[in-house]
């Protein structure tokens, strides 16, 4: 009879465990906290706040590039992360949008990151590519790629080597707690945008919110200069697009500080040599607004609606006159006479004087 009770409670126990560990794989493949796997439902109150994201941004990004397909993608540093928007009204006729924008992203990773793209979007028909002078900082040339290994990788190769993170525990319960709770948690929509919005959580981001903003802003990166390396991977973007007869659109951010010198003006003018462009990178009406800026050196989703009417549209789209100058390699020199006009009219504290 012993013999029996304990086998009968050795049983028990046993099925207990396994609808345990049953019910935590089925809760973790459902939360799915990395979006690691290709079929993912957002439930708001369970997943729709993913912490994990935020702090594994790279393999996010690898995973939604490999495992859903789109028409548009936006690619950039954290400005664009935060600022263009691919639920915008004026992207609508543009298909399924995805914002592919890194943190602190420099040329060679956003080159990568574009690469990869390539490797798996079948149906792309449209690149925004919003970059900013320090995009090319020379300074960022022998930062390590941590993700060299996996950029290009399908989404069955990528499921090899970071599969295990689907049962991760902690990563889960963040998300469920955040999504229940902690809506101001840091994480990225499904559509690639950084959430929560920062004029609206100001909390979530003090790094950010509490260093000097409006007209005497002061710039958070230091003198640099140019490289050759990440100007020749933004050429090989810009030529891969073109042999895949994908439209590509090229942007300078704005921030409430500009970039100003002989390093700013030699970028424009490589740039300009590559691709027309828009630059919106110099003291206008916008700019001049410190209510529609993230601290000093981010813009909202409001500057980047404006964006998007002037890239998408052109001359003719509804935004301040002097927001937004469309720059060729005919006419680069007198866009640079006039922004440096700008410049001196401008206070001098809102420049970034580069050598």
Request: aromatic fraction near 10%; hydrophobic fraction near 40%.
């Amino acid at each position: 009879m012993k013999i029996a009770a304990a086998y009968a409670a050795a049983r028990m126990w046993s099925l207990f465990f396994l609808a345990l560990t049953l019910a935590c794989v089925t809760l973790s493949l459902l939360v799915n906290p990395y979006r690691l796997l290709p079929i993912y439902v957002t439930i708001p109150g369970l997943n729709d706040v993913q912490p994990a994201l935020y702090y594994f941004p790279g393999p996010t990004r690898l995973f939604d590039l490999a495992n859903r397909q789109f028409d548009t993608l936006i690619f950039g540093s954290s400005r664009v992360v935060y600022g263009i928007d691919p639920l915008s009204p004026h992207l609508r006729l543009y298909g399924k949008v995805y914002n592919s924008g890194l943190l602190g992203g420099q040329m060679l990773e956003i080159e990568k990151m574009s690469e990869h793209a390539l490797a798996n979007q079948r149906h792309l028909r449209l690149v925004l590519l919003g970059i900013d002078i320090a995009t090319f900082d020379k300074t960022q040339e022998g930062r390590l790629l941590a993700l060299n290994q996996e950029y290009g990788k399908s989404s069955r190769e990528l499921f090899r080597v970071y599969g295990g993170l689907v049962l991760d525990l902690r990563a889960v319960g963040e998300a469920i707690v955040s999504s229940a709770l902690r809506r101001d948690a840091r994480s990225f929509r499904l559509d690639g945008l950084g959430i929560p919005d920062p004029l609206a959580a100001p909390q979530a981001y003090p790094e950010i919110l509490n260093k000097p903003s409006g007209p005497r802003a002061i710039a958070p990166y230091a003198r640099f200069e140019p490289s050759q390396a990440m100007l020749a991977a933004f050429s090989r973007m810009i030529d891969r697009y073109r042999q895949r007869h994908i439209e590509v659109r090229v942007f300078l951010t704005p921030a409430q500080f500009h970039f100003r010198g002989s390093t700013a003006e030699r970028i424009r003018r490589e740039i300009a040599q590559v691709i027309p462009y828009w630059d919106f990178d110099y003291p206008n009406s916008v700019t001049d607004e410190p209510e529609l800026f993230i601290g000093a050196g981010h813009f909202s989703t409001r500057v980047g609606d404006l964006i998007l009417a002037r890239v998408l549209s052109g001359t003719g789209a509804a935004v301040p006159a002097d927001f937004g100058a469309y720059v060729t390699q005919h006419d680069i020199e007198q866009h640079l006479q006039r922004i440096e006009e700008r410049f001196e009219r401008a206070e001098p504290s809102t420049e970034q004087q580069l050598p």
